[in-house]
């Protein structure tokens, strides 16, 4: 991929994500999308850059905070908004809502909203590929919280004994919920515990999609090469507060000033700084813009005239019922 | 009725039961995987994996780190991903290290996928009893699993289903608990030779009579039937019924079994309170509200937790004593003598430590 290529895909992932939260943070005090949203604002460097260099049919799994990660995957906002107001032309016809967003047609295979607990299941997949003889790589994304669960641990224990093709991302946002990671922490680095396991770390500080994603490539060449997972252990400012579309700074658990120091290097205008460099004109990134703008408004408003679905919905799929 | 079609049949234990499923099943299909604590270790869950390592090696039959939760949670990355494993737990009761994924993940991931994504999942899970196995190695649990809509829920009482049952569950393309009684292991019987699965909720009559019914469950039934051979001596009929699957629930076996004695005992291997028995009795009393002659009884573990020590284990257990005891008091029977019966025959064989 040229430059130029690679930052504009970077940049119209990352760009939706922003514009479809933007809409959402206008929207959601209506009342009308009723499900808990765990807003993946700041994060758009990460989802843009490691899903942008993960090899055709990689396996994904992600966490309840997985706006970022659903559109950056699907790049599709249509299903997306019908999820959030719970309509039957929702990715799960208004079942899940904004916690399980998935879409196994694109791979992104499981969701969950317990902290954690997609990451065995990231395991058990690369487990089965390699089973089965396939070359895919599966990518697990979940926080700096999921390491504080004993799942995290057994789970990099079994990828790094079997030598599995896992990517493990940690979005590290230094927050779990609203506990600071100096309170919930026995040890000083996570990284050099890590490099003690069969696995190649990769970390860096940066928001910038275009260093995240050659970062990702990295990782993903040692996966193939050598066998065994990869840790790639990412920062971000989550910019609103752990759920809901509101900002949370008077709260007193965390300070305004460490988010304009991160807003300096926000993920998006990062991304439009480095098109303008690549001579994209001011023109041409507002027209982009617009699209992007365009195709999430019209995803919102049909998602807002969709029917709800019908109560004959609700026992449907408990079990596969068409075997023995 | 359809016609039963004559199959051949070997004595064999349980165990062995159990094992020549995983044979065939695994011999059958190739996507299928065992794993768990022990489960390729030189005891081989109690010799129920026996055979297995050396005919399909290491990657299709291993031990494993003592990790239940992140290895029940790899076993649905798997079994999303086009393969059927086969998670061994050598005691319900380290299950529960799991209960996470079981509850959260497993359980709701058909339904969570719209459908989209299927769970061939097989959670083996042995129940401990005798020789002090106390509190936390002998839970059964399966009216908590039971409860969790999106899992299907076994307990195979006789070698025929223990293989049966297992067969089912391994080609059902739902997660499937299987709860096998260690206690059970060593009973033998004709077993068909060939791999025919038995069908989830479809329960047996073990012993027809027209007097009295017991409903009963894994260990349990085994006690049942020691009660009826008892009390068949003296002229009393009990019909005891296994319902072998708890979720699904074959309903009509129990319903058409007590419309005809009209009256009931459930006797289950678990506790009573919110339990699988009150289910049970439930949906008698909403489908035979009038025609019963007494009220259903329900037997189960005793309310606490079971004890180490064999006099305080005999009293945490309903056994063939006390459903003696049971029936005649509800069929308003004099005592039967029991000076010349023999009890707790598979307790007293029963060698531990495991």
């Not at chain 2, 299987?178 to 059970?184: D, S």
């Not at chain 2, 019909?239 to 079994?257: A, G, H, Q, Y």
């Amino acid at each position: 991929m040229n430059r130029k290529k690679l930052i504009l895909n970077l940049f119209k992932k990352a760009y939706l994500i922003r514009a479809t939260e933007k809409l959402i943070i206008k929207h959601y005090d209506n009342n009308e999308m009723k499900t808990p949203m765990h807003m993946s604002m700041g994060e758009e460097g990460i989802v843009s850059g490691v899903c942008t260099a993960l090899p055709k049919n990689s396996r994904t799994f992600g966490t309840y905070r997985s706006h970022g990660l659903y559109l950056a995957i699907t790049q599709e906002s249509d299903k997306f908004f019908a999820e959030m107001y719970g309509k039957v032309t929702g990715v799960l016809k208004g079942k899940g809502g904004s916690m399980h967003l998935l879409s196994p047609a694109h791979g992104l295979l499981g969701i969950s909203a317990v902290v954690g607990s997609t990451i065995p299941l990231a395991v058990g997949n690369a487990f089965a590929n390699v089973y089965l003889k396939k070359k895919d790589i599966t990518a697990v994304f979940f926080g700096d919280g999921a390491v504080d669960e004993g799942v995290f641990w057994e789970s990099l224990n079994i990828a790094c004994l079997k030598g599995l093709p896992v990517l493990f991302v940690c979005e590290d946002n230094r927050y779990a919920v609203h506990t600071p990671w100096q309170v919930r922490r026995g040890y000083k680095n996570l990284v050099n515990i890590i490099k003690q396991y069969n696995c190649s770390v990769f970390e860096t500080d940066t928001t910038d999609a275009e260093q995240i994603y050659k970062l990702t490539s990295r990782a993903v060449s040692s996966i193939q090469k050598k066998h065994q997972p990869a840790f790639l252990h990412l920062k971000y400012y989550r910019y609103l507060e752990h759920v809901g579309i509101h900002e949370d700074f008077n709260t007193g658990y965390r300070d305004k000033l460490e988010f304009m120091n991160w807003q300096k290097k926000d993920p998006i205008k990062l991304l439009r700084n480095k098109l303008k460099e690549l001579k994209v004109s001011d023109m041409e990134i507002i027209k982009l813009e617009e699209g992007i703008s365009k195709q999430v408004t019209e995803s919102f408003q049909n998602a807002k005239s969709a029917s709800f679905p019908d109560s004959s919905e609700l026992l449907k799929n408990t079990f596969y019922e068409k075997t023995n | 009725m359809k016609k039963q079609i004559k199959q051949a049949k070997k004595k064999i234990s349980y165990r062995t039961a159990i094992n020549q499923a995983l044979h065939q099943e695994m011999e059958r299909d190739n996507s299928i995987f065992i794993y768990g604590i022990d489960v390729a270790d030189h005891k081989r869950i109690f010799g129920s994996t026996k055979g297995l390592l050396e005919k399909f090696g290491p990657k299709r039959v291993f031990s494993t780190p003592l990790s239940e939760e992140a290895l029940l949670g790899f076993g649905l990355g798997a079994a999303i991903s086009g393969l059927r494993p086969i998670n061994v737990h050598m005691r319900v009761d380290f299950l529960l290290l799991a209960i996470n994924q079981l509850v959260n993940m497993v359980a709701s991931y058909h339904y969570g996928t719209d459908g989209k994504i299927q769970v061939p999942l097989v959670i083996r899970a042995i129940i401990g009893k005798g020789w002090g196995q106390s509190y936390q190695h002998s839970k059964s649990l399966q009216s908590f699993f039971a409860h969790i809509p999106g899992l299907k829920v076994v307990m195979p009482t006789t070698p025929a289903d223990a293989k049966g049952l297992l067969i089912a569950a391994i080609r059902n393309n739902n997660p499937v608990v299987v709860l096998e009684h260690r206690m059970l292991y060593d009973v033998e019987d004709e077993v068909p030779i060939e791999p025919i699965p038995t069908p989830l909720g479809i329960g047996q009559i073990l012993k027809r009579g027209k007097d009295i019914t017991i409903v009963a469950t894994s260990y349990s039934t085994v006690e049942a039937v020691k009660a009826a051979q008892i009390l068949g001596k003296r002229g009393i009929s009990v019909e005891v019924i296994d319902p072998r699957s708890i979720f699904p629930l074959d309903e009509d076996i129990i319903i058409k079994s007590v419309e005809k004695t009209k009256h009931c005992i459930i006797v289950d291997y678990d506790w009573t309170f919110c339990g699988f028995s009150a289910e049970v009795e439930s949906r008698i009393y909403e489908k035979l509200s009038n025609k019963l002659k007494s009220k259903v009884l329900r037997l189960g573990f005793a309310p606490t937790h079971c004890p180490c020590t064999r006099p305080l284990e005999d009293e945490f257990y309903t056994d063939a004593i006390k459903l003696i005891r049971s029936v005649e008091k509800k069929l308003k029977l004099t005592r039967t003598d029991l000076s010349k019966e023999t009890f707790y025959s598979y307790e007293n064989k029963f060698r531990g430590p495991f």
